[in-house]
């Protein structure tokens, strides 16, 4: 029976015979996991590559050394393909974080968790590398331009043509090798986790604790921060990111000095290349392996890419052609028009009611411009609008709509903000004023191109008692 060598390890290592030996759901890896009942609790561990095992049993021991938060190994087989661990429970951070992730609004438990995983971050790539033998790495000892171009042509074949795009591969290919030199020129002597993601920390205590870092390799500290924040399922909205980047700064500093400005520019580059790599596993785990799992995660990683490529990489001008054309694919931009934000703004006259919200929602703003100077009072106003110049200068004059503006402006940014963030389609703000004619139609023209400015939505602006009616379109 295939347990019997965990049996032995487990007497081996306690003096007793285990209770009950429960396999647990396998990950991604070949590798099988155990739980194993009895006196001590145990997960036993059975491998399928010996060069793998070997890795782990090296770098766990020698991380153990350095005092880093990572499983400590009882016993192992001769052959090395078996080996019992410590229990750490069954809490990975993926799921402490999981309200988090449901959300984009992640709780203050939430967040300390992740702070204290990033800055533990530095600990184990650059404490965890003192004496370290990388040539017991697996499958390589180093990260090296081989390896990045195996993980480029991964991308290329495994997901990139699977989706049946046309493109040329030679000139495809020289983007590739531009990035080889770009990401090269971080090389450091680190440890690389490879895999450092929060389905590979475990919560042990209220503790992050790392797990499966046997792929792990001499490389640069980029590309596990990237790894990390850049998780196709973790969800976590920019400003956590931005704040977390901020901790492993400041963590890392323990070890080196850093120019901040220069980290923040090839981290880009960093999370554009395994944003790719990961592309080219799900393609290859989900579209030939046909594991869910993996299909479920590629809108994800393909809403991380059209993210980054907001901002131009003019290193990889074909690449970033070829990658524009693939996240505008229908079968991806299909999945973003049902979570892409669209603001409806609208002015009216509160003697005709407020306007209903025709999405179903039922929420938004409205906003009551009664209070400011109204320039309806004179004859000379009646005619024109709150589009026209004259009333413009006359309320702009008067100084009062500015401020109300600017009240309703850092309201309306804050839950535009949290709708992005949390994938939510439909936000109603509207201006309500005596007439529907001067100080409501002022504010919502200036809102709904101030929103559309700022955040790059859609925004559907109603002028409702003056028939007018604009839509101001998303950028791409």
């Known amino acids: 029976m295939e347990t019997t060598i965990l049996n032995q390890l487990y007497s081996q290592a306690t003096g007793n015979e285990p209770e009950s030996i429960i396999e647990l759901p396998s990950s991604g890896s070949n ?12 997960v036993g561990a059975l491998g399928t590559c010996v060069e793998e095992n070997r890795a782990f049993l090296y770098l766990a021991k020698h991380f153990k050394e350095k005092g880093l938060p990572i499983p400590e190994v009882y016993a192992c087989a001769d052959d090395e393909m078996a080996y019992v661990q410590q229990d750490l429970g069954d809490t990975l951070l993926f799921n402490a974080i999981e309200k988090g992730r449901a959300t984009s609004v992640f709780s203050e438990e939430e967040r300390q968790l992740l702070i204290k995983t990033i800055r533990l971050l530095p600990d184990i790539q650059f404490a965890g590398a003192v004496g370290l033998d990388f040539n017991v790495c697996y499958p390589l000892p180093e990260f090296d331009a081989r390896s990045i171009l195996w993980d480029l042509n991964y991308f290329k074949y495994c997901f990139l043509k699977a989706t049946g795009m046309e493109f040329l591969e030679d000139r495809l290919e020289d983007d590739f090798q531009a990035m080889v030199e770009v990401l090269m020129r971080s090389q450091s002597s680190t440890f690389m986790y490879r895999d450092f993601q929060s389905r590979n920390v475990m919560i042990h205590n209220g503790e992050p604790w790392f797990i499966d ?53 090839q981290l880009r580059h960093f999370v554009l290349f395994r944003t790719l790599q990961v592309l080219g596993a799900y393609g290859f785990r989900g579209y030939f392996e046909k594991k869910p799992h993996f299909i479920q995660s590629v809108p994800f990683a393909i809403e991380n890419l059209r993210n980054l490529l907001n901002e131009p990489y003019p290193e990889y001008p074909y690449l970033s052609e070829v990658l524009h054309n693939l996240v505008n694919l229908k079968q ?47 004859e000379r106003y009646k005619p024109f609008t709150g589009l026209d110049q004259q009333v413009i200068k006359f ?40 007439g529907g004619q001067h100080r409501s139609v002022y504010c919502a023209q200036h809102m709904a191109e101030h929103l559309n400015k700022k955040f790059n939505v859609k925004v559907e602006l109603i002028h409702r008692e003056q028939n007018i009616e604009q839509t101001f379109k998303a950028k791409h």
Request: proline share 3%; with cysteine; hydrophobic share 35%.
């Open 332 to 378: 991806f931009s299909d999945d973003l028009q049902k979570r892409t934000l669209t603001v409806k703004v609208m002015s009216f006259a509160y003697k005709k009611g407020i306007p209903n919200d025709t999405s179903g929602n039922g929420g938004g703003y409205v906003f009551d411009c009664r209070a400011v100077n109204n320039p309806g009072k004179y």
């Open 213 to 265: 870092f046997q792929g792990g390799r001499k490389g640069p500290f980029y590309y596990d921060v990237a790894s990390f924040l850049w998780q196709a399922k973790a969800n976590y909205p920019e400003s956590l990111r931005n704040e977390l980047i901020k901790e492993y700064i400041d963590a890392l500093r323990k070890y080196i000095p850093v120019d901040e400005a220069y980290f923040h520019e």
């Open 31 to 42: 590798r099988r996991y155990f739980r194993i009942n009895g006196e001590q609790s145990m």
């Open 395 to 434: 309320l702009e004059d008067d100084g009062e709509i500015i401020e109300f503006l600017d009240h309703a402006y850092s309201l309306v940014d804050s839950s535009v903000k949290r709708y992005i963030e949390r994938g939510f389609s439909n936000l109603m703000v509207c201006f309500g004023c005596t």
